[in-house]
C-alpha cells in the first residue's frame, strides 16, 4: 500500500501494480507444479536437439509437441537460453528431468514473458472511457481494471502455480482487441492471427473477429438507420485482411509444407482421439450429460435394466481420458460438438452483423462465443474459461449489467479452476488469492457503479 500511494503522487501507479504482482509470481516459484512443466520442458529438448522435420513426429515422450508452429519456434528460442542454465533439460530422453535451475529457468521465463501481457493491459486501459471521476484514484474505472487484468486470480494460478504461457498469449489477444478499439483493423488482424498460431484455442473466438473485421472495416459505410450500405464494401481492404492472415500462415505453416507434413501438423493439432472431456472435466454441458449418462447407468445396473458385461471398458464414466462410449446415453462425436458450438454462437454473430455496437459490440460477441465453445466444445480443458473472463474485464467497467455478470462469470469461473492445485501446501494460497481477488472485484466495481 505503501508502495501505491507513492505511485499514486507521481503518477506511476500502473507500474506499481505491474511490479507488485511480479513480486507476487517470484514468491510463487517454489510452489507445485503440474505435469505442464515436464510438457515445456520436453519440447524445449525438441526444439532445440531435433531438425523442424522431426518435431511433430517426435514421441519418445507422451508429451508431444501439439501447439501450432509459432509455439515450437518459441520453445526453439528459449531454448537457447536454456542451455545457459541446464543442458540436461534439453536432453529428449531425459524424460520427467527437474533441477533447481530448470525450474528457475522455466519459472522466471514465465515471469518475463508476461512483460507483453503488462504492455497490452496498459493499452487496453487507453481504450477505457474515463470519464466517470472517482474521489480516489483507486475508483477510476482504469485502475480497477488494471488490477482486475494484471492480478486476475485464474491467470495467476495456470501459469505461475501450475505452469503454463498463457500470460503472454493473452497479451496479444488484448493487444489485438485495443487494436481494433483505436480503429488500426489491420494491426489488430495481424495480432489475431499471429496468435492463433501459437495456440489454436483462440480459434474459439475466430468467428467474432471475422465478423466485425468484415462488417465495420470492410464495409466502410452504414445507412442512417444503422444497416448495412453494401455499395462500401471495400474490395482493397478484403484483399488485405487475407494478404496478412495468408501471410502469417504461410511464414507459420510453410516450412512443413515443403516438407510435406501438414497432415501430421494438423493431428497432433487436433487429436480427436483424446475424447469428449478433458482430465478434469470442465464445468460444461457436457460435464451435465456424463453425469446424467452416469446416474442413468446405476440406475439401470440396479434394476437390471443393463448387463454389466455391455457396458463400454472405454466409458466416460470411468474417467478415461481416450476413445469412449456412453453406457445409455447416444454418445457424442466431434461433429456434434462442432455443431452444438455453431448454434450456440450463432446470436450472438447475427446481432454483430445486424446490430453493430462498435467495438464492444465485438468484445461482447467474443466474451459469448468465447463461453459457447466453452459449453459445447470437444475436449475442453478448464483453463479455458479465462478465454471468457479476461475480455468480459473490459466490459466490467463499461456497464453495471456487464459487472453483475462479470462478477458471477469470474467467482464460479476460477472456482472451477481448484482442482488443478490439488496439493496440500497450495490449498490455503488459492483460498487466500481467490478471496482476495473476489472481495476486491465486489466492493471496487460496487463503488464504480454506486
Known sequence: MAALTIATGTGNWFSALAL??????????????????????????????????????????????????????????????????????????????????????QRFSVIFMDVLFVYAVRECCKCIDGKKVGKELTEKPKFILSVLLLWNFGLLIVDHIHFQYNGFLFGLMLLSIARLFQKRHMEGAFLFAVLLHFKHIYLYVAPAYGVYLLRSYCFTANKPDGSIRWKSFSFVRVISLGLVVFLVSALSLGPFLALNQLPQVFSRLFPFKRGLCHAYWAPNFWALYNALDKVLSVIGLKLKFLDPNNIPKASMTSGLVQQFQHTVLPSVTPLATLICTLIAILPSIFCLWFKPQGPRGFLRCLTLCALSS?????????????????????????????????????????????????????????????????IYSISSLKTLFR
Not at 475436449?379 to 453483475?404: R, T
Request: proline share 5%; charged share 10%.
Open 20 to 105: 507488485g504482482v511480479t513480486l507476487l509470481k517470484c514468491l510463487l516459484i517454489p510452489t507445485y507444479h503440474s505435469t505442464d512443466f515436464e510438457v515445456h520442458r520436453n519440447w524445449l529438448a525438441i526444439t532445440h536437439s531435433l531438425p523442424i522435420s522431426q518435431w511433430y513426429y517426435e514421441a519418445t515422450s507422451e508429451w508431444t509437441l501439439d501447439y501450432p508452429p509459432f509455439f515450437a519456434w518459441f520453445e526453439y528460442i528459449l531454448s537457447h537460453v536454456a542451455k545457459y542454465f541446464d543442458q540436461e533439460m534439453l536432453n529428449v530422453h531425459n524424460l520427467n528431468y527437474s533441477s533447481s535451475r530448470t525450474l528457475l529457468f
Open 374 to 438: 466453452f459449453m459445447f466444445g470437444w475436449h475442453v480443458h478448464e483453463k479455458a474459461i479465462l478465454l471468457a473472463i479476461l475480455p468480459m474485464s473490459l466490459l466490467s467497467v463499461g456497464k453495471a449489467g456487464d459487472a453483475s455478470i462479470f462478477l458471477i462469470l469470474t467467482t464460479t469461473g476460477h472456482y472451477s479452476l481448484f482442482p488443478l492445485l490439488f496439493t496440500a501446501p497450495e490449498l490455503p494460497i488459492k483460498i487466500l488469492l481467490m478471496l482476495l481477488f473476489t
